[in-house]
């Protein structure tokens, strides 16, 4: 029995962290993910002292009511966190750890990915090459739009939007953006601050989602009518954020030319109607999805688990 703690873990730990996972707490590791009420039941059979949860495992008030009086710490091997309810994990003085920093460049990268797929539609050109290249387009057919120059409008601009400004000024395209709160003018940069979304909407050709979920729709029928005519719509944030029937709408329009998608008001079952528009880019969010980041995730939520069971408060523990 380790003397830090017992950990459930809700899906099989990958195999570059199983060891240190094993060697630091008493695990236990189950042979395929778990739901959350089998993750309770086992935390309360096993009287865990953590649980690590990944991105795809609600945590709503109620789970939270029913984990074990013995848990001391969650942890999310996810830098969102809006699948698990954390004042109410506070009120009963259990600690949430999530991972930021890690993944901010593998994201920004999957952004200007979909960035690129939406633009010069990849799509299409994919699935032509898949069927053996047999639509030979003409000189003037197939053609994208160039994203060198374009102005970014970003919505959100912490860790991640502004990594995607630092890759999107080297195909310079001037920056937009709009937070809740100015940056300071070492963050700011090169980059106009717009105090309201609306007011931002108009100039951005390309509007980028990097703000966090669990705030609500952002982009509603009446702001994806405030674009330029043909924007770009980028977003590896979060589905919430956008309503998905007026996106489509804008899609068929033209209002937006074309999307390029990794995350979904609901996933994995995510509105097929998206797929079948020739003007979206999509992706099954894997914005953090590389071997590096991946495992420098779940070390950090490791870590967090660790310090917390070992008495102290972690960086990458949520405040209250
Ligand atoms: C996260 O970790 O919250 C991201 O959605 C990963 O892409």
Redesign the pocket.
């Known amino acids: 029995m380790s003397p830090l703690g017992r950990l459930v873990c809700s899906a099989p730990i990958p195999a570059p962290l199983r060891d240190r996972a094993h060697a630091t707490f008493d695990c236990i590791e189950p042979g395929k993910p778990l739901r959350t009420d089998e993750v309770i039941e086992i935390a309360t059979a096993q009287r865990a002292d953590a649980i690590l949860v990944s991105?795809g495992m609600l945590l709503r008030a109620d789970h939270i009511a029913r984990l074990p009086e013995t848990i001391r710490v969650v942890a999310t091997t996810?830098?969102?966190f809006d699948h698990i309810d954390v004042p109410a994990a506070h009120a009963r003085g259990i600690v949430i750890c999530n991972?930021p920093d890690v993944?901010t460049d593998a994201?920004a990268d999957t952004h200007m990915l979909l960035l690129l797929g939406a633009a010069r539609r990849a799509k299409e050109h994919v699935r032509n090459m898949d069927g053996g290249w047999k639509i030979r387009n003409g000189f003037f057919e197939g053609l994208g739009v160039e994203v060198t120059g374009k102005t970014m409008g970003i919505v959100g601009m912490g860790r991640i939007g502004r990594a995607v400004a630092d890759r999107a000024r080297g195909f310079r395209m001037p920056i937009l953006y709009h937070n809740r709160t100015r940056l300071s003018p070492d963050l700011e940069g090169d980059a106009r601050y717009f105090p309201t979304l609306e007011s931002m909407l108009p100039y951005c050709q390309v509007l980028s989602l990097n703000a966090p979920g669990g705030q609500g729709v952002l982009m509603t029928r009446n702001r994806f009518a405030m674009l330029p005519h043909g924007a770009i719509f980028v977003n590896?944030a979060r589905g919430s954020l956008v309503d998905e029937d007026a996106l489509i709408d804008a899609l068929k329009s033209g209002q937006v030319a074309s999307a390029g998608l990794?995350?979904f008001e609901k996933e994995p079952n995510f509105d097929a109607r998206l797929n079948e528009l020739a003007n979206t880019f999509l992706l099954p969010?894997i914005?953090?999805a590389t071997v590096e980041t991946r495992t420098a995730m779940f070390g950090l939520a490791i870590d967090g688990i660790e310090a917390v069971l070992g008495g102290g408060y972690p960086s990458n523990a949520i405040r209250p």
């Open positions: 991105l996810s830098v969102g991972t993944l994201t590896s990794d995350v969010h914005g953090s």
